[in-house]
């Protein structure tokens, strides 16, 4: 897909932005704190339906304001078909989205239609946060190429809701009622097990392959994924530890706490990564992300969000990626930055078709 033009109203710092946009490469210059990675979320949250940064749809309201609106027109690779998507919310109300001017009756229905890739500063948490930040990673790309896996992590969530209320209520649970969640849980995390598992089993190559290029040197990295189901069928996993599940007040087991583990030389990254080493392995694993997706959809390519990805790297590492995202298996790239020289750099080496924002106290000029 690719953008041609956005028009923004109050969304966060972002009062009234309309661009017209290079189907190649947009590079937004600027300050920390102006508005570039606001932008990019705005671009974000058409493809996801929320924010990269903040669940709740209400804080990324501009101060004062009581409506934000995020529109745009997108054309397909092919140059055939187009789309217009509008996603708008007044303050206290649902939000609204929008497709070719159809409101959509369950937000799951867009999840897909405009595959993206955003890399970010926060992309460290990755490796440094908790296991919470893995799983949402997992569920993201996946969710972009499959419908079904969305439904069963929704099915999954649900009835674990319900299991976690029983089990906190002060009378014994039902029974009856706890195998009928149980099994249900089972049912549905065993195929969500199944789905990641081979997601990271078909990554971890790609991801490999990307990180030897940026770093351009013998440092072994690879992926492993962590599961109760991995112990056997998880029902009976579930069944087993119930007693203890009723202590502690809520469910110990099932595919909600899976983890990613991710290594380096074989030992843990978070422990034995440099700044360097964190900041490259996450955007590699970014880049194995969109070329994942370049494979698992043949019509389109993702777009790719790269924020303020230069800093903290040394010249040898920002080199290699600048050659990596000029090549021509990249399609529409937004690339931000404080520093110029790192975008002229870029532009130089992908000759392509490009242009340049600056961006000051949410207003963008070009």
């Known amino acids: 897909m690719i953008l041609q033009k956005l028009s923004i109203l109050n969304y966060r710092n972002l009062r009234e932005v309309t661009l017209h946009l290079s189907p190649k490469l947009n590079c937004l210059i600027g300050s920390n704190g102006m508005g570039k990675t606001n932008l990019l979320d705005a671009v974000y949250y058409l493809s996801f339906c929320r924010s990269a940064f903040n669940p709740i749809d209400s804080q990324v309201l501009m101060h004062g304001q009581d409506f934000f609106v995020i529109e745009g027109q997108y054309l397909s690779d092919d140059e055939v078909e187009t789309e217009h998507i509008y996603c708008g919310m007044k303050r206290g109300q649902r939000k609204l989205f929008k497709r070719n001017q159809k409101a959509y009756q369950r937000l799951a229905q867009h999840i897909g239609l405009i595959p993206l890739v955003f890399v970010s500063p926060a992309d460290q948490q990755l490796i440094s946060g908790g296991s919470d930040e893995r799983r949402r990673f997992l569920d993201l790309v996946i969710s972009?190429?499959?419908?079904?896996?969305?439904?069963?992590?929704?099915?999954?969530?649900?009835?674990?809701?319900?299991?976690?209320?029983?089990?906190?209520?002060?009378?014994?649970?039902?029974?009856?009622?706890?195998?009928?969640?149980?099994?249900?849980?089972?049912?549905?995390?065993?195929?969500?097990f199944d789905r990641r598992e081979r997601f990271v089993a078909e990554l971890t190559p790609i991801f490999q392959k990307i990180y030897q290029h940026i770093a351009a040197g013998g440092e072994q990295v690879s992926l492993g994924y962590v599961s109760h189901c991995q112990r056997g069928p998880l029902l009976d996993i579930i069944r087993r530890d119930r007693f203890k599940d009723r202590v502690v007040g809520y469910s110990l087991h099932g595919i909600h706490r899976d983890d990613l583990?991710?290594?380096?030389?074989?030992?843990?990254?978070?422990?034995?990564?440099?700044?360097?080493?964190?900041?490259?392995?996450?955007?590699?694993?970014?880049?194995?992300?969109?070329?994942?997706?370049?494979?698992?959809?043949?019509?389109?390519?993702?777009?790719?969000?790269?924020?303020?990805?230069?800093?903290?790297?040394?010249?040898?590492?920002?080199?290699?990626?600048?050659?990596?995202?000029?090549?021509?298996?990249?399609?529409?790239?937004?690339?931000?930055?404080?520093n110029r020289d790192h975008l002229d750099s870029i532009l130089a080496e992908s000759g392509s078709d490009y242009r340049l924002f600056f961006v000051q106290d949410g207003k963008i000029e070009s």
């Open 261 to 338: 583990d991710m290594l380096l030389g074989g030992y843990s990254m978070r422990r034995e990564g440099s700044q360097g080493q964190t900041k490259t392995y996450a955007l590699a694993l970014r880049l194995a992300q969109y070329e994942f997706l370049c494979r698992s959809n043949r019509t389109t390519k993702p777009l790719l969000l790269l924020d303020d990805i230069f800093d903290k790297l040394d010249a040898r590492r920002v080199e290699q990626i600048v050659k990596l995202v000029a090549g021509d298996h990249f399609g529409q790239i937004f690339i931000t930055d404080t």
């Open 144 to 192: 972009q190429f499959d419908h079904s896996y969305l439904e069963h992590l929704m099915a999954y969530n649900k009835v674990l809701q319900q299991r976690n209320a029983l089990l906190k209520q002060e009378g014994e649970p039902d029974a009856a009622l706890m195998d009928i969640l149980e099994t249900e849980m089972a049912q549905h995390g065993e195929q969500i």
